[in-house]
């Protein structure tokens, strides 16, 4: 009982443990707060990376001609795990498109509308919304099929919807073809190269390029992107589609044909690149964790120092040495669960805040916390993993602990006599 | 100086109940207690075979000189430190060997201490100072169901050095005296079979020092308490019914 009385008081009275407790609270929001920063900027940036582009792709090689059978093969992909929300099917075809005012080039898509509305992004990323069929449209005297077109072009030409674009491409011959249509939305891919590109009907835009099979990707959407099995994942579903092959073009036995690339594969680098730089900044933070444990390792230094006549006279009343190191050790987590505590409530108040305080910085000192240009975004993002909190909580109580440790493992072999006749 | 290996349950059976002694009868026993430093090849002997006794209602002083030992026997005896050689018992019970979560535990139950500087713990008031030894008596399921009947006591024992409005005062807002008077109340909280006083009115004036020494005497033949003083003043070592002299280690006299 006492244990917990002297460590109390000794907190209520000494300042300087509340310095420690203070360094505590500033470690853990600085964390929480530059930690939680650069994951919303990761997810931010991953949000980009898959927003069109799905979370794998499955091509067949040209020899094979491609993905001859496209509807059951994604059928048969889409089984190959629980964890994959559906297949949808694409042809590409690199293009130039002509607007009324300007020429660009970019990239014909051909899809299965319904397809992409019920397992991929296009819904969420589109305007209208409720678009369910390219369909062919009246567009003078023509019937025009429509078309989605990507927001770079709807902003670089001011494209409206009812506009006609022309699209000039080459078919499996070589030979160049054109094909007008008609512009029925337009999708909003937050990355502005993925952006420049129009969405047409597949079988469409197959018949125009005279492909031997319908398509030439089948594109994996998952219900969890991130998932740690994802070059397991993408082992399983090749391994799938060889199979299937091999069962359905039993002429065709080249394995290498079938490339599957995860999202991650595509943009690996990047993704290596922000997810090390996240690490490092733990790792940094951890650092400063331990400088902690220095610091309440010299703050219980003098505290012991200061207290050598009381543990003496604790040691007389009766006191047995591992309570004398408990007195310590309870103060110092104490100090770590209340500096971790405050530490969580300020770092949630300023992550709540953020944007806020952003704003009033540049406004009146003109200090740009996080410049636009540098995180790619205009808004802060942020993100807060149960993992970081997990991490912060567990080092915090460490550190205090690891730091009192040697402080309070003195004062329990101090001899009591010594302690009593302490100037 | 080997560490016995006596349990804690042994020695509380040893301890029995408080105060259950008659008068008279011997509490502690020393038998040729020995203490010795060894300073490099040096060896230094403080205690050379000290035998005494404490009865149960009596006041000893021990008196003598500056580095004779005195602060060293009374560390002993209240199993602060142990012995080189020989042994000391209290209620018979071999003790002064035994190691240091035992003798904490006899410590906490049979001792109790009054310092010349007092030593409250600054940061509790009076009452909280008083009630420390009961805290650290009992465990906390213990201290949960009886905190009442101790705080009682306190209250009593505040009441008894005529403290009872400064409970809530801080020891430093505190005379000397008031100080002492304090740490003797906080000694005497589990009603200990021992109390050792060392030099308890030497930072305080001749009427304090003499009001202080009335509570002590007054509370040894009340409650059968065996109470050896360590002094350098005379008028209280004359008034124990036993003076023990000290000198290079050695007792001299015992009258």
Redesign the interface.
């Known amino acids: ?2 244990v917990f ?2 460590a109390l ?2 907190l ?2 000494r300042s300087i443990t509340w310095v420690a407790g203070a360094l505590i609270a500033l470690v853990v929001t600085l964390y929480l707060l530059i930690i939680s920063v650069l994951e919303g900027s990761k997810e931010h940036w991953m949000d980009k990376l898959q927003s069109i582009m799905a979370h794998a792709s499955v091509s067949v090689g040209e020899l094979a001609g491609g993905i001859q059978r496209p509807e059951p093969w994604a059928d048969e992909l889409a089984k190959v795990d629980p964890g994959i929300r559906g297949v949808t099917i694409g042809l590409e075809s690199p293009a130039m498109a002509i607007f009324d005012s300007a020429r660009t080039v970019g990239t014909l898509r051909g899809i299965d509308l319904q397809r992409e509305l019920k397992y991929g992004r296009l819904k969420e990323i589109m305007t209208p919304h409720d678009l369910t069929e390219f369909g062919f449209h009246e567009a003078g005297n023509l019937k025009l099929p429509g078309c989605i077109v990507g927001g770079a072009w709807r902003r670089s030409y001011n494209l409206k919807i009812g506009e006609r674009v022309t699209f000039l491409f080459s078919d499996e011959e070589g030979e160049a073809r054109s094909r007008a249509f008609y512009i029925i939305g337009f999708f909003e891919g937050k990355n502005p190269y993925l952006e420049t590109a129009a969405y047409v009907d597949r079988q469409n835009l197959a018949e125009l390029i005279g492909v031997k099979g319908q398509a030439k990707t089948l594109y994996l959407w998952l219900t969890e992107p991130n998932r740690p099995d994802l070059k397991e994942l993408k082992e399983k579903v090749r391994e799938k589609m060889v199979a299937i092959v091999h069962r359905d073009i039993p002429e065709y036995h080249h394995e290498n044909a079938v490339i599957v690339d995860t999202w991650q594969d595509k943009d690996n680098k990047f993704y290596q690149a922000i997810t090390t730089e996240n690490m490092m900044m733990r790792i940094i933070m951890c650092v400063f964790l331990g400088l902690l444990a220095f610091v309440m390792y010299l703050i219980f230094g003098r505290l012991v120092a200061e207290k050598v ?2 543990v ?12 004398i190191r408990s007195c310590f050790l309870v103060q110092a987590l104490f100090i770590g669960g209340l500096g971790l505590l405050v530490g969580f409530v300020g770092s949630y108040v300023l992550i709540s805040n953020l944007n806020g305080i952003v704003e009033f910085l540049a406004v009146t000192a003109h200090i740009d916390l996080f410049p636009g240009e540098a995180f790619g975004h205009e808004r802060v993002m942020t993100r807060t993993l149960g993992f970081d909190i997990g991490i912060i909580a567990a080092a915090t109580m460490i550190s205090a602990f690891l730091g009192a440790l040697i402080p309070a493992l003195q004062a329990s072999r101090m ?3 010594e302690c ?2 302490h100037e | 100086m080997s560490n016995s290996t006596k349990t804690v349950e042994q020695v509380e059976t040893a301890s029995g109940g408080r105060n259950d002694v008659g008068k008279n009868s011997v509490v502690l026993r020393t038998d040729s207690v020995k203490r010795f430093f060894i300073d490099g090849e040096e060896r230094r002997d403080v205690l050379k075979g000290i035998s005494l006794s404490l009865r149960a209602g009596e006041v000893t002083s021990l008196v003598g000189r500056s580095g004779s030992g005195k602060s060293t026997l009374l560390h002993l005896l209240g199993l602060l430190d142990t012995p080189s050689e020989g042994e000391i018992f209290i209620d018979d019970t071999p003790a002064g060997n035994l190691n240091e979560n035992s003798r904490a535990f006899l410590r906490s139950r049979n001792i109790g201490f009054v310092f010349q500087h007092y030593f409250l713990l600054p940061e509790f008031n009076v009452l909280e100072n008083i009630l420390l030894p009961g805290k650290i008596a009992l465990g906390v399921q213990a201290w949960m169901s009886q905190q009442a009947q101790y705080i009682e006591r306190a209250q009593e024992l505040l009441s008894l050095v005529d403290l009872k409005s400064h409970a809530k005062q801080r020891p430093a807002t505190l005379s000397g005296g008031e100080r002492q008077r304090v740490a003797l109340a906080r000694a005497l909280l589990l009603e200990p079979k021992i109390l050792l006083c060392d030099e308890p009115t030497g930072n305080l004036d001749p009427e304090t020092a003499r009001h202080i020494m009335d509570l002590i005497f007054g509370l040894s033949q009340k409650r059968g308490t065996a109470v050896l003083i360590v002094t350098h003043d005379r008028n209280v070592s004359e008034r124990a019914q036993r003076i023990l002299r000290l000198e290079h280690g050695v007792l001299i006299t015992d009258k």
Do not use: F, I, K, Q
């Open positions: 009982m006492y009385s002297v008081r000794h209520r009275t006549r009381d003496g006279v604790l040691r007389a009343m009766g006191a047995t040495p591992a309570g001899n009591p006599v009593l006749r």
